[in-house]
Structure formats: C-alpha cells, structure tokens
C-alpha cells in the first residue's frame, strides 16, 4: 500500500493510463463548468460583455444597478438576460416586466432568493419549514399578541431615549449631545424584534442582547457571492457563516434546555412556538431567521428617518407638531411626561396616530432601497413578459431592479428628494400604475412583517421627536453642512453607511 501512495506521488512515473484519467476527468470537470442551457429565440438577448468563463456575470454582485441601466439600454424592450454560474436570468423591466414579474403565479420567491440572494441565513429546505414559518409569523403578529407586547416595548422605547438624556454631553458643544442613530436606533429595533419574535432571557439583558446583535452583524457581513456561483465550494466567509449560525443555534438551544430543566415557562414568543410541538430545529431556524429579517431593513431605515428629517426642517416640524398633537390629545393630567402619554397608547392608537411617521418610512425606503427580487419559474412551461413577445424560460430566473421604479423621474417627481408628501392624496405618485411602489412587496407576494415593521418605525421615532430637539452634526457635535450622502446604488441591499452619520440633540423645552 505504501508503494502505491508514494508512486501516486510521482507524477512523472504514472503509466499513460493513469495520465490518461486523469486528463479525462480534468475535461469533464470543465464540460460541467462551462456547459449551459441552451436558449431559444424567444428568450431576451444574451447580455454578454459581463460575461466571463465559468462565473458568468460577477458584476452583477460588485456594480449591480450600473450592469444592469447599462444592459437594459441595449435592448429595443429593456428586458435582457445573463448567466450566474450555469443558472439562466432573465432581467425584467418597464411596466410588462413589472407585471410579469409580480402578478405571475409561476414565478416563485423562495426559490429564487435562495438561488440568487447571497444574504440570507440557511434554513430549512421543503414546503413543510415555510409553511411552519408563515403560520407561526402570523400567529405571533395577530392583535392580541401585540397587545400584549405593547407595554414592553414602549417601555424599551422609552428607556432607550431616557439613556440618551444622560449620554456624556460633547466636549465642544456642551449644550448638545451626539448619537449614530445606526448604533442607538438599530439596536433598539433588534430588541423590540427580540421581544415579539424571540426569548426574553436575550431581550432583558443587555449582555446578552449586544453580543447575539454582534454575531447577527457578523453573519450579515461573511456574504459569501462565490458560492452562489458553486454550492459545493466550502469558501471561507460561508464557513464563517456557518459558524455564527452555529453559534446564534447555541444560544437558543441553551436557553430551551434551561427552561426545560427549571420547568420554568416564560410568556414570550419562544415559548409560543416550542408550546406548538414544532421540532427544535424548525423553531431555532425560525428564530435565527426572522431576527435576522427583522433587524437589517427595518433597522437602518429607523436610523434614517431622524436623518432625513433633519436634514428637511419643515417636515421635522411636521412630524413633531403630529407627536404634539397626539400627546395633547391623550394628556389625562397636566402632570403627565410625553414620554408617560405615549407609554399609554394602545396598539390601535400606535398604528393609527402617526400617519406622517409612516409616510416618512415610505419615502425612506423608496430613495433607500437598491435591492433586487428575485424569482424563480417553477412552471410547467415558458412565460410570457407582457406583450413583448419574450419569455423568461422554464427553469430559469427573473430579477427585478427596485430603483427602476422608485428612481423613475416618470413616476416619482424629483426622485432623489426625500418628500414624503408625494403620497398625499393629492398627489399620490406611488398609485400612478400598478407595482409602482415596492418597499413591502407587490402583488404575490406582500412583505409578512409589514405591520410590525411599520410599528417598530412609530414606536423608536416617536418618543426621539417628543422627547428631543435634534440636527445633523459632526462626531465632536459641531453642525453638519455637507448633505447626506445616497444609499450606494452598487450594494444590493441597504447597509450602515461606510462614514457614520450623527445626530446632536437636546431635550425640548416645552
């Protein structure tokens, strides 16, 4: 045996039957590289100057937007397509595109995000998890769920606002305090997630709560694009991702064990969904995987809306003026805080109240959205974009560029403003056309979190704008005079900003 291994070392001594498989299995491991489907007429020109051997369009994860304004503009219809690895695109645009994509029954989103979105956590394959996961989400977002939440997370709210009024003031500008909303607001928001999705034990301890945020920022940041271009490749930001995910799995298993061992039953979601009989690893997958969900999106535009708003006073004092209006008209005594008439409301009145929150969250999103969907068609044949006479073939991908039509000048007027006053009835630029505003999806497939995401928005905004005066500034609090920057078009979904963006503030006299 020994001989063996070492003549196997020995290239030069292999017999030409050994060369000669080698060499054979060195071909037929290109020819499955490089072999891809063949397309028929019907399917939108083959954009190829992103093309390289073997991966495909890559740029189509490093300059998504600009690949794809750029291969669109070659085409009489604006729809296209393009390789990911030996996986077939087709990119879809204008209003057929848009309905297509939407509205048709064949084109499925699971299946797609998963082929084609390099940022999600692993789950669960089968219609037997996703089915687990819309049932439980819903079960957990009904209204007396919520009610029952409400006083915990105002309470979260509050105390993170209270902890900002007694922040260190700025050395220079002793009369303000500075905050980057994307660390003060961001973990606010994974905290009430924490509490409506997840295990006390992780919401009411702040240890626990920053170092499980970490690891989920940790898991965001170990995309790992390569290996949508080969599965079977074990690169090293995926086995980093699995790591985290292994880690954040500890965690609630430590935490279900314990329970389980004190028989100590706590009334939150985790007990919730283990009270279901679901199996642990459905119930830690759903975890894992709706924090995760919760946290990113719904996070960063928190973040953004005092920025927006601060950096456009006349709709600051909107909003402002809306919060007064709402803590004058439920004041039962004089004696009674902003921060004691808002830990009052009810869950109806969260969701009803602050329309101008709302809007602000809607306008945030449209100009802060550079994503992509994705779409997979799992239907017995070809379909038909529109009228255009192509068709995104059976077995292929479809992918949608966002700002293709929340960038449209066409529909959104001065489309890099942030005026949430474009969804006023009066001007309604969102109700143009169909599938013209996509920030909580469109047509088949609408965004599951939607009312939770949206009272998360009024719940941290509202007490910052009651209990706070605030302005852009610099980290030493000096006043900011350079304009926000734009979300960078070249990710395919929103991130912190690279520079931090920070907010002075001081508490409002009334």
Same mark, same amino acid.
């Given at each position: 045996?020994?001989?063996?291994?070492?003549?196997?070392?020995?290239?030069? !001594?292999?017999?030409?039957?050994?060369?000669? =498989?080698?060499?054979?299995?060195?071909?037929?491991?290109?020819?499955?590289?490089?072999?891809?489907?063949?397309?028929?007429?019907?399917?939108?020109?083959?954009?190829?100057?992103?093309?390289?051997?073997?991966?495909?369009?890559?740029?189509?994860?490093?300059?998504?937007? #600009?690949?794809?304004?750029?291969?669109? $503009?070659?085409?009489?219809?604006?729809?296209?397509?393009?390789?990911?690895?030996?996986?077939?695109?087709?990119?879809?645009? +204008?209003?057929?595109?848009?309905?297509?994509?939407? %509205?048709?029954? %064949?084109?499925?989103?699971?299946?797609?995000?998963?082929?084609?979105?390099?940022?999600?956590? #692993? &789950?669960?394959?089968?219609?037997?998890?996703?089915?687990?996961?819309?049932?439980?989400?819903?079960?957990?977002?009904?209204?007396?769920?919520?009610?029952?939440?409400?006083?915990?997370? @105002?309470?979260?709210?509050?105390?993170?606002?209270?902890?900002?009024?007694?922040?260190?003031?700025?050395?220079?500008?002793?009369?303000? $305090?500075?905050?980057?909303?994307?660390?003060?607001?961001?973990?606010?928001?994974? &905290?009430?997630?924490?509490?409506?999705?997840?295990?006390?034990?992780?919401?009411?301890?702040?240890?626990?709560?920053?170092?499980?945020?970490? =690891?989920?920022?940790?898991? #965001?940041?170990?995309?790992?694009?390569?290996?949508?271009?080969?599965?079977?490749?074990?690169?090293?930001?995926?086995?980093?991702?699995?790591?985290?995910? @292994?880690?954040?799995?500890?965690?609630?298993?430590?935490?279900?064990?314990?329970?389980?061992?004190?028989?100590?039953?706590?009334?939150?979601?985790?007990?919730?969904?283990?009270?279901?009989?679901?199996?642990?690893?459905? /119930? =830690?997958?759903?975890?894992?995987?709706?924090?995760?969900?919760?946290?990113?999106?719904?996070?960063?535009? !928190? *973040?953004?809306?005092?920025?927006?708003?601060? #950096?456009?006073?006349?709709?600051?004092?909107? /909003?402002?003026?809306?919060?007064? +209006?709402?803590?004058?008209?439920?004041?039962?005594?004089?004696?009674?805080?902003?921060?004691?008439?808002?830990?009052?409301?009810?869950?109806?009145?969260?969701?009803?109240?602050?329309?101008?929150?709302?809007?602000?969250?809607?306008?945030?999103?449209?100009?802060?959205?550079?994503?992509?969907?994705?779409?997979?068609?799992?239907?017995?044949?070809?379909?038909?974009?529109?009228?255009?006479?192509?068709?995104?073939?059976?077995?292929?991908?479809?992918?949608?560029?966002?700002?293709?039509?929340?960038?449209?000048?066409?529909?959104?007027?001065?489309?890099?403003?942030?005026?949430?006053?474009?969804?006023?009835?009066?001007?309604?630029?969102?109700?143009?056309?169909?599938?013209?505003?996509?920030?909580?999806?469109? +047509?088949?497939?609408?965004?599951?979190?939607?009312?939770?995401?949206?009272?998360?928005?009024?719940?941290?905004?509202?007490?910052?704008?009651?209990?706070?005066?605030?302005?852009?500034?610099?980290?030493?609090? *000096?006043?900011?005079?350079?304009? /926000?920057?734009? /979300?960078?078009?070249?990710?395919?979904? =929103?991130?912190?900003?690279?520079?931090?963006?920070?907010?002075?503030?001081?508490?409002?006299?009334?």
């Amino acid at each position: 045996m020994q001989a063996i291994f070492e003549r196997l070392l020995q290239p030069k !001594a292999w017999p030409t039957i050994m060369w000669a =498989i080698v060499l054979a299995g060195l071909a037929l491991l290109l020819h499955l590289l490089t072999t891809r489907p063949s397309l028929s007429h019907a399917v939108p020109k083959l954009w190829k100057p992103d093309d390289l051997p073997i991966l495909g369009a890559w740029r189509f994860y490093t300059h998504r937007q #600009e690949m794809y304004y750029t291969a669109q $503009r070659s085409t009489k219809t604006g729809n296209f397509s393009f390789f990911i690895g030996k996986k077939h695109v087709v990119g879809v645009n +204008g209003p057929e595109g848009r309905r297509t994509f939407f %509205d048709s029954k %064949d084109l499925a989103l699971n299946e797609g995000f998963n082929d084609l979105f390099a940022g999600l956590p #692993e &789950q669960p394959g089968g219609d037997i998890f996703d089915r687990f996961l819309k049932k439980t989400l819903a079960s957990l977002l009904k209204s007396d769920s919520l009610n029952k939440n409400i006083g915990l997370l @105002a309470t979260d709210s509050r105390r993170m606002c209270e902890a900002l009024a007694v922040a260190p003031v700025s050395d220079s500008q002793p009369e303000w $305090r500075v905050m980057n909303p994307f660390d003060s607001m961001y973990r606010l928001v994974y &905290q009430l997630t924490t509490r409506t999705f997840g295990a006390r034990e992780i919401a009411e301890n702040p240890e626990l709560l920053n170092h499980t945020l970490s =690891i989920f920022e940790q898991f #965001e940041s170990r995309t790992s694009v390569l290996k949508l271009f080969f599965p079977w490749l074990p690169t090293p930001n995926h086995i980093l991702r699995m790591y985290n995910g @292994a880690r954040l799995y500890k965690i609630f298993l430590d935490i279900i064990k314990s329970r389980d061992k004190s028989e100590k039953r706590v009334d939150d979601a985790l007990q919730h969904i283990l009270d279901t009989g679901a199996s642990i690893t459905h /119930v =830690i997958s759903f975890e894992i995987g709706s924090l995760f969900a919760g946290l990113v999106n719904t996070g960063i535009h !928190a *973040s953004y809306i005092p920025i927006y708003c601060a #950096e456009n006073p006349e709709w600051k004092a909107k /909003v402002q003026a809306e919060v007064d +209006g709402v803590i004058a008209k439920y004041r039962s005594t004089p004696e009674q805080s902003p921060a004691m008439v808002l830990s009052s409301l009810s869950i109806d009145q969260w969701e009803s109240e602050f329309p101008l929150i709302d809007l602000s969250l809607r306008e945030s999103i449209r100009i802060g959205q550079p994503g992509s969907g994705f779409r997979k068609n799992v239907g017995p044949r070809d379909i038909p974009i529109g009228n255009t006479g192509e068709v995104i073939p059976k077995g292929s991908y479809a992918a949608y560029v966002f700002n293709d039509v929340h960038m449209n000048p066409d529909i959104y007027t001065d489309s890099q403003k942030f005026d949430p006053a474009r969804y006023f009835h009066d001007r309604a630029e969102d109700k143009k056309m169909s599938h013209t505003y996509l920030g909580w999806g469109s +047509g088949r497939h609408p965004c599951l979190g939607m009312r939770f995401a949206k009272l998360e928005m009024v719940l941290c905004n509202a007490y910052f704008f009651a209990m706070f005066d605030f302005e852009l500034s610099e980290k030493d609090g *000096s006043l900011r005079t350079e304009p /926000v920057p734009p /979300v960078d078009v070249k990710l395919h979904q =929103i991130r912190k900003p690279d520079d931090p963006i920070f907010i002075r503030y001081k508490p409002r006299v009334y």
